[in-house]
């Protein structure tokens, strides 16, 4: 986990009186404990439907869909979240159709045969998740919709389009719900063992590949069906008391059929909704007033993620399956200010950061009880404790993270560097799944550049000013292959940043590097058309200097593929000598000789190309004590001399 040194708002300030930073120093090494880096934190939700940039409703391919499905393999995209949210809670596979809740619960064709197969036919790297149903009703018939197209032309595109207006629903002469529909007719019951058919006929009838739809959303955001489902019955979540228990008898009742039929599907749950949900539920009291508070098992109140967490443990001991894969979780933050916006990615882990949106989490204490004083989320940090907590340590149970929108209000570049802010952050704390609900201009460049060019592993990265500027740092397994992605928060000053890098075996020599900066409208095309610039960085001696633009994203690729082998030079090899205050350097080969000075920094102070002299004088009277690096090339040779200045 990152440490911070000061508050980010203090930088801020300081910047804004066009004051320069102190240097920032970051340590790596690359022989720390490694976690591995999940390809499916590359991912994104996509809607599939008509109008959908996948259509799931006519099973030949589109030239348009062709197009989008070529820019997600350019991009990198390794995961994509298919069962769109909301509207996957009532999806009956054997019909293809589902009801809408923000859309009056009409009825509409969606078909995951169709979709689950282009994924697979023409995305050979990338894997999917759909859903299973938990409500206990799916839809049955498109002959009861609500006549939406003459509501809007009567009452404007704005008019409310949430209202339960399906199976003969009515508005009154102003658009308003004066007679709600009845679910019975659009509805039909779906028990467990219709929910996890699904797989069985993808496995057994279609065929499909089913380690590339591994992954099952175990339904969507349970805790808040009583507003996003309010066609639904209300004894299906009624009292404080029984809606989280139906919740989990639910959950488990699918679950343990699932696993029954495909031991190596992975459940992802319960897929909460937003910070406040992280904690509280919705449910309806005995008058049939619409209710919110914690969960509880009739004596001790809990945060709903920590009960949802402690009936797993007990439901999985109960039954000897696992029963719980990913714990996922959504969120939505609203902050409007720069400031605020890179520092969301701070709420996962950092014990430290004082989140301002901080609200749900007030009640994640003995008891549930509210604590104002609360204002530091790290929710995963949390969640992570919660599974040692219940499940005991080693429970394999990894984390999601599969919506979650970067406001149409911030410029393109911030939110460049607020997805490359999270997207580091998940990869240094072994997060599963990453899937943003909302796909804006700027992101399609960043998980281009962190899935095209981030290793297997990562590894230990120290930055003595991590709230200004984060490195993230990747390596392959054969420790020959290593990517640090630095990300520079000033929003109006370059940094410079020095690196130094331990255990590593890397030439010194110019190693290329990738930018990302001034971002001002989408410009990702393929991997061979983006706006990354390419530039390069001189490595000396394990050390590593550059200068990082303002709102920037850098990546500095060090490989051995990429470095030039060392000739020795033997007899031919370059002399050098300090006579007088000067650095004295004899040429002895017959070929034109380049060379570069750096100090222990890797900061370089002196050059020269394709020098034809036999001897070189250089003053050397103003160096500080020292020891320097000389880089000495020639047309098929590299050669290193280290010289000291007393």
């Excluded at 689950?116 to 759909?130: F, G, H, Q, V, W």
């Excluded at 005991?392 to 970067?406: N, P, R």
Aim: proline share 3%; glycine share 6%; aromatic share 14%.
């Amino acid at each position: 986990m990152k440490s911070f040194d000061f508050s980010l708002s203090a930088i801020l300030l300081l910047a804004g009186f066009g004051l320069s930073f102190a240097d920032v120093d970051i340590s790596i090494d690359a022989n720390s404990l490694r976690k591995p880096v999940s390809p499916f934190i590359y991912g994104r939700n996509v809607y599939a439907g008509y109008g959908g940039e996948l259509l799931d409703n006519n099973d030949s391919v589109s030239a348009e869909e062709l197009v989008n499905m070529e820019r997600y393999r350019e991009a990198g995209i390794r995961f994509l979240r298919m069962n769109q949210g909301n509207n996957s809670t009532k999806h009956n596979w054997r019909k293809n159709m589902s009801s809408h809740p923000d859309y009056y619960n009409n009825v509409y064709y969606h078909n995951w045969d169709l979709s689950a197969k282009k994924i697979l036919d023409y995305m050979p790297n990338t894997s999917a998740m759909y859903g299973f149903q938990l409500t206990g009703f799916v839809a049955k018939s498109l002959d009861y919709n609500f006549a939406d197209w003459d509501y809007k032309q009567q009452y404007g595109q704005n008019a409310p389009q949430n209202l339960d207006l399906a199976g003969g629903g009515e508005v009154d002469g102003s658009g308003n719900l004066i007679k709600e529909g009845d679910y019975r007719l659009y509805l039909e019951e779906w028990p467990a063992d219709s929910t996890v058919g699904i797989v069985e006929h993808w496995k057994s009838n279609l065929k499909y590949d089913m380690s590339r739809l591994q992954y099952w959303s175990m339904d969507n955001e349970p805790e808040i069906w009583p507003t996003t489902h309010s066609d639904l019955p209300l004894t299906y979540t009624y009292g404080s008391l029984e809606t989280p228990e139906r919740i989990i008898q639910n959950y488990v009742a699918v679950a343990k059929k699932a696993k029954a039929i495909f031991p190596d599907i992975k459940l992802t749950g319960p897929v909460a909704a937003n910070e406040w949900q992280w904690c509280n539920l919705r449910y309806y009291n005995d008058a049939g007033e619409l209710k919110e508070d914690v969960a509880t098992d009739g004596t001790i109140r809990y945060c709903w993620l920590e009960y949802f967490i402690k009936r797993m443990a007990e439901e999985e001991k109960k039954t000897g399956m696992k029963l719980l894969d990913v714990l996922d979780i959504h969120w939505y933050p609203t902050e409007t200010t720069y400031e605020h916006w890179i520092n969301w990615h701070r709420v996962f882990f950092d014990t430290t950061y004082n989140y301002p949106g901080a609200n749900g989490i007030k009640r994640a204490n003995e008891n549930a009880k509210w604590d104002n004083s609360i204002t530091k989320e790290y929710i995963f940090k949390r969640i992570n404790d919660w599974l040692e907590k219940y499940f005991g340590k080693d429970h394999g149970v990894t984390l999601a993270f599969t919506e979650t929108d970067f406001i149409e209000k911030m410029d393109v570049m911030t939110r460049a560097i607020v997805y490359a802010s999270y997207m580091g952050t998940f990869m240094e704390n072994e997060v599963e799944i990453f899937t943003p609900w909302t796909w804006r201009e700027g992101m399609y460049e960043v998980i281009h550049l962190f899935s095209n060019y981030s290793k297997e592993f990562s590894v230990n990265d120290v930055s003595s000013n991590d709230s200004l500027v984060s490195a993230y740092t990747t390596i392959n397994k054969n420790s020959d292959s290593l990517t640090v992605i630095l990300v520079n928060r000033s929003e109006n000053d370059a940094q410079k940043v020095n690196l130094n890098f331990d255990n590593v075996d890397f030439v010194s020599q110019d190693y290329p590097t990738l930018l990302l900066s001034g971002l001002t409208k989408e410009t990702f095309v393929s991997k061979a058309d983006n706006a990354l610039k390419k530039g390069s960085a001189t490595l000396t001696d394990n050390k590593l200097s550059l200068e990082l633009p303002a709102k920037s994203i850098t990546a500095i690729l060090l490989s051995q593929k990429n470095s030039t082998k060392i000739n020795e030079m033997k007899q031919n090899r370059p002399l050098v000598s300090i006579e007088n205050g000067n650095l004295v350097i004899q040429n002895p080969t017959q070929e034109s000789l380049s060379f570069e000075i750096f100090n222990c920094l890797g900061q370089k102070l002196y050059s020269k190309i394709n020098s034809l002299n036999k001897t070189e004088i250089i003053n050397i009277k103003d160096l500080e004590k020292s020891y320097y690096i000389i880089r000495f090339k020639t047309k098929n040779s590299l050669d290193f001399h280290k010289v000291f200045i007393k």
